[in-house]
């Protein structure tokens, strides 16, 4: 009897486990799982109140916040999910945690539901790069031709493989002729634009410096100027999905050229039709660049109402798009169809132009969703 009132008592004691100081590590991926920020150190009762609480995800933020560790204040947090387990926090991001990269876990046990009179904790957690040779290079960028517009907006790189998910603008730069920096050419975001396999990242030149009658540009006018050569530079301690830098630096140079504020006009487009039996391309030429990305997703080919499946193929300097079709082409009716998305790298849309010049130039009537240009297949 003695012993059961003993063993009851231990049990007791078990569920009552007292906390200890929070404390965070970094668990490595497995193939069933992401890597995920593990928080230690929560008594039973905590853990119980926190798993009663259903917190916000503000809220959670407010007890453990997760960010990348890089110079400056503010850096956003990274967005996931917490999981309350029988002895710890899980949090699991959203997206990959980057091999190599150190990520700031901050603790703050005063905003627990029944707080701890005891300061935060700031800890700094990394999973280890892995141990390959440095092989990730910047393949191109895009636009590809060698004069390009001095309102561009959009700009692509491209990489050889997977890419972590850190900030571009902390490894790239504009440099004039001179080989001075362009300050603030970049636009500043939270956030990155990166292709879903990882190989494509998307620049984004301030449109308030390309936009005329914006307080920016009317400041400081445009990064580009016409008639003078700019290059942009990627800085290769930007690391790939592995940990590790790139291993050369990228170096793309260009002569800037006059505005280009026309619109996108499909009236203006070539269509060179194959012959019916064959899996000849379809030829559809431009008479200016479009948006390489936009090309694959903006554009495709119908019969009926019907998709036809097939591959894209994007020409020299983005003025050409090719579909050859799975199947042979059969004689008919079909209908090229462009969405309303495609833009060309200055952001100029069919039939809207981006850069207008005044707020009376604004088009306000509705754009349609899409266009649709016949061709016949004989």
Not at 42 to 63: C, G, K, M, V, Y
Not at 158 to 181: N, Q, T
């Amino acid at each position: 009897m003695f012993a059961a009132g003993l063993l009851a008592l231990a049990l007791v004691a078990g569920c009552r486990q007292p906390a200890a100081p929070l404390s965070a590590s970094i668990a490595a991926p497995t193939a069933s799982a992401k890597a995920a920020i593990i928080v230690t150190g929560f008594s039973s009762a905590e853990l119980s109140s926190l798993s009663r609480a259903s917190l916000t995800a503000e809220q959670w933020r407010a007890i453990i916040r997760v960010s990348v560790d890089r110079p400056g204040d503010g850096n956003p947090p990274i967005e996931g999910q917490y999981r309350v387990m029988s002895t710890r926090v899980e949090f699991v991001p959203a997206f990959p945690l980057d091999a190599g990269r150190a990520y700031v876990v901050e603790l703050t046990p005063a905003k627990l539901p029944t707080p701890r009179g005891v300061e935060a904790t700031r800890i700094v957690v990394s999973l280890p790069a892995d141990a390959r040779t440095q092989s990730t290079t910047v393949t191109r960028m895009l636009p590809t031709a060698a004069v390009l517009p001095e309102n561009l907006l959009r700009i692509y790189l491209e990489f050889s493989a997977p890419m972590s998910r850190a900030h571009g603008r902390d490894f790239l730069s504009l440099v004039d002729e001179r080989g001075e920096v362009v300050k603030d050419a970049f636009l500043a975001l939270d956030v990155d634009f990166w292709s879903p396999d990882g190989r494509r990242y998307t620049v984004f030149l301030d449109p308030g410096r390309v936009k005329r009658g914006i307080l920016p540009n009317d400041q400081f006018g445009r990064a580009l100027k016409p008639g003078h050569r700019f290059a942009l530079l990627v800085d290769p301690k930007w690391r790939d999905e592995h940990g590790l830098p790139l291993a050369a630096p990228f170096r793309q140079e260009f002569t800037v050229g006059p505005a280009d504020r026309s619109p996108i006009r499909t009236s203006d487009w070539t269509l060179q039709p194959a012959t019916a039996g064959s899996r000849d391309p379809l030829t559809v030429t431009f008479p200016k660049p479009l948006d390489h990305g936009l090309l694959f997703r903006a554009i495709g080919v119908e019969r009926g109402g019907t998709k036809i499946e097939g591959e894209i193929a994007i020409g020299p300097d983005e003025k050409s798009w090719r579909f050859t079709p799975k199947a042979a082409w059969t004689p008919g009716d079909y209908d090229l169809l462009v969405l309303s998305i495609l833009e060309d790298p200055m952001g100029n849309k069919i039939g809207r132009a981006f850069d207008i010049d005044s707020f009376k130039e604004i088009d306000k009537s509705p754009a349609p969703d899409r266009v649709t240009l016949p061709f016949v297949i004989r």
